[in-house]
């Protein structure tokens, strides 16, 4: 980082003449980048915006703090500034009669940088009274973005020209560092589709509904969490309503039946965030189910609204990575694309992108976090899904198309993917003896649980031989269930066929009431149907007994 005091020569031809030869100076004698991050607080926002639209192949990004951006507004003419007037004028050359064509102002030399996509980020007081926000970077952004340009501003409530910057910089921080080239060059990631019916939504009509579905990379602090924030800055005059509906242990197959209540009952989603595959490959769930439940979510999704707009993520853990270290595309991931390639979305391979950094010596897997990453790990994802946020939203503010609601495909991937998924409420079951429904349910045997699986209504067995029965209409039917320390084995019948055997013990149950989703058929002709289920006498080895402790039924309903 180097600093070269330019503040009282009012971004002028000589200022950046200076610049120039300090530029060169660094990069030559010093080796330093020649793309450079630029820093303009208050009037040095003359010089950064100046200088970059003389030399735009010259910069990655810049950060601007309260900028001045118009002379007009500050020292402006009659705002009580006669001497800094006076002064600009001197170090400019120019008189009064000819600052009426003044060739200095950045709110008039935007192109040169919005033809290079310079992404800026500007933090300003919303109650500025010195350099008025309406009357600078308001109009910056109003124009850039106008250019299709990338630009975010973090706008302070209540706050005058100073304090300047922001008390904790994270977010100016990850700005300027995803936009290296360094750094962009290792991000992985597909451009399919277009975002034109979310950016109508965010900056036309200024609100939007944004939700997050995925487990519990999405479910705890981290990526989510900047996304919101970023998406904030992109759009700051919006009203955002942000959807977290990470459940941790879940993948794909929970998500399509959980869509309705977690995601879609929540408002019209204009933009979806998606991701299971870490948990669609640790729980064990086949290439077939794989398809089923993320096409499930998608086709659901874009059903019950197809103006949404939506990306899908691949995230890492440990066993991905020695394949990916040779080369190899963990199943789960090319599942996965296919979906998103079937249904034209973007998709952000972050698995691959963290593994290529690690074998570059550029962090450890313990320095990133490992599978639930630490703040570092977060920023990394959280960089690259901006970076496909930035893509998407670039061409949208001059595309001659309108928003128009996506083509869903005439026919999906596979006839009996989860498409019409729903929760059933576990009343609707008729129980005999053995089983009760106990809410709210808490656990006999000391094991962790997880939120929203405790404390709640469950229908509980532990008791062999205990029966119940549920109708249903659909293609395929299972159970959202917790599977804890003594969870047994079911024997479940539809339709009268013969009984079949599941065990319901997991590789977590020892210490966790690991909420499951089992699916017992998922190939039935649309109809009508009678699932039938009864406790085993039998249990896994491991198990301490035979129980079951059911949350909803899921079934994928006819349409």
């Known amino acids: 980082m180097v600093y070269y005091d330019l503040t009282h020569l009012y971004g002028s031809p000589r200022a950046r003449k200076s610049g120039t030869d300090f530029y060169w100076n660094m990069v030559q004698m010093y080796g330093l980048s020649p793309r450079v991050t630029l820093e303009g607080f208050s009037r040095g926002g003359l010089f950064a915006y100046n200088w970059a639209a003389d030399h735009p192949d010259k910069v990655a990004c810049i950060y601007v703090d309260a900028p001045v951006c118009d002379v007009f507004s500050w020292p402006g003419r009659s705002s009580g500034n006669a001497g800094l007037w006076k002064g600009m004028l001197d170090e400019w050359g120019l008189t009064e009669a000819r600052m009426n064509t003044f060739p200095g102002n950045p709110i008039d030399r935007l192109k040169p940088l919005a033809d290079a996509r310079i992404p800026v980020i500007c933090v300003?007081?919303?109650?500025?009274?010195?350099?008025?926000?309406?009357?600078?970077?308001?109009?910056?952004?109003?124009?850039?973005?106008?250019?299709?340009?990338?630009?975010?501003?973090?706008?302070?409530?209540?706050?005058?020209?100073?304090?300047?910057?922001?008390?904790?910089?994270?977010?100016?921080?990850?700005?300027?560092?995803?936009?290296?080239?360094?750094?962009?060059?290792?991000?992985?990631?597909?451009?399919?589709?277009?975002?034109q019916n979310s950016y109508r939504k965010f900056e036309k009509e200024r609100v939007g509904t944004v939700a997050f579905l995925g487990g519990s990379i999405t479910e705890m602090k981290g990526w989510r969490d900047m996304i919101c924030e970023d998406l904030k800055q992109r759009f700051p005059y919006t009203k955002f309503t942000f959807v977290a509906a990470g459940i941790p242990s879940t993948g794909s197959t929970p998500g399509a039946f959980r869509l309705t209540d977690d995601v879609l009952s929540k408002g019209k989603v204009d933009l979806l965030f998606v991701e299971a595959a870490v948990n669609d490959d640790t729980n064990g769930f086949s290439a077939i189910e794989q398809v089923r439940g993320m096409e499930g979510i998608v086709r659901h999704a874009l059903v019950s609204n197809p103006s949404m707009d939506i990306m899908m993520l691949h995230f890492i853990y440990d066993p991905f990575i020695p394949k990916l270290d040779k080369g190899q595309m963990p199943d789960v991931i090319l599942n996965h694309e296919r979906v998103a390639n079937h249904y034209l979305l973007?998709?952000?391979?972050?698995?691959?992108?963290?593994?290529?950094?690690?074998?570059?010596?550029?962090?450890?897997w313990e320095q990133f976090g490992g599978t639930h990453p630490n703040p570092l790990g977060h920023a990394y994802y959280a960089a690259t899904i901006n970076k496909v946020l930035d893509e998407m939203y670039a061409p949208c503010a001059t595309a001659k198309d309108a928003a128009k609601p996506h083509a869903l495909p005439a026919?999906?991937?596979?006839?009996?993917?989860?498409?019409?998924?729903?929760?059933?409420?576990?009343?609707?079951?008729?129980i005999g003896k053995g089983w009760q429904l106990v809410a709210p349910w808490t656990p006999r045997l000391a094991a962790e649980t997880r939120p929203g699986f405790v404390d709640v209504p469950m229908l509980e067995t532990n008791r062999p031989g205990a029966k119940l029965?549920?109708?249903?209409?659909?293609?395929?039917?299972?159970?959202?269930?917790?599977?804890?320390?003594?969870?047994?084995?079911?024997?479940?019948?539809?339709?009268?066929?013969?009984?079949?055997?599941?065990?319901?013990?997991?590789?977590?149950?020892?210490?966790?009431?690991?909420p499951w989703v089992y699916m017992f058929d998922t190939e039935l002709p649309m109809g009508k149907h009678r699932l039938t289920l009864r406790m085993s006498k039998d249990h896994h080895p491991q198990s301490k007994g035979t129980s079951c402790q059911i949350r909803q039924f899921v079934v994928n309903e006819s349409f």
Not at 471 to 491: K, N, Q, R, W, Y
Request: hydrophobic share 35%.
């Open 346 to 364: 973007p998709s952000v391979n972050l698995a691959s992108e963290i593994a290529a950094r690690m074998r570059s010596g550029e962090f450890t």
């Open 411 to 430: 026919v999906p991937l596979d006839a009996y993917s989860y498409t019409n998924g729903r929760l059933v409420d576990i009343r609707q079951a008729h």
């Open 469 to 514: 029965t549920l109708d249903f209409e659909g293609t395929a039917v299972g159970i959202f269930c917790v599977s804890g320390p003594a969870a047994g084995i079911l024997e479940y019948s539809v339709d009268g066929a013969p009984f079949k055997k599941l065990d319901t013990f997991t590789a977590w149950s020892d210490g966790l009431y690991i």
């Open 124 to 195: 300003c007081g919303d109650s500025d009274r010195v350099v008025p926000f309406s009357e600078n970077s308001a109009v910056v952004r109003q124009r850039y973005t106008a250019m299709g340009a990338p630009f975010e501003l973090i706008l302070k409530p209540g706050v005058d020209h100073h304090p300047h910057s922001l008390e904790n910089p994270t977010p100016v921080v990850d700005f300027i560092v995803r936009h290296q080239a360094g750094y962009e060059a290792g991000q992985c990631y597909t451009l399919r589709g277009n975002y």
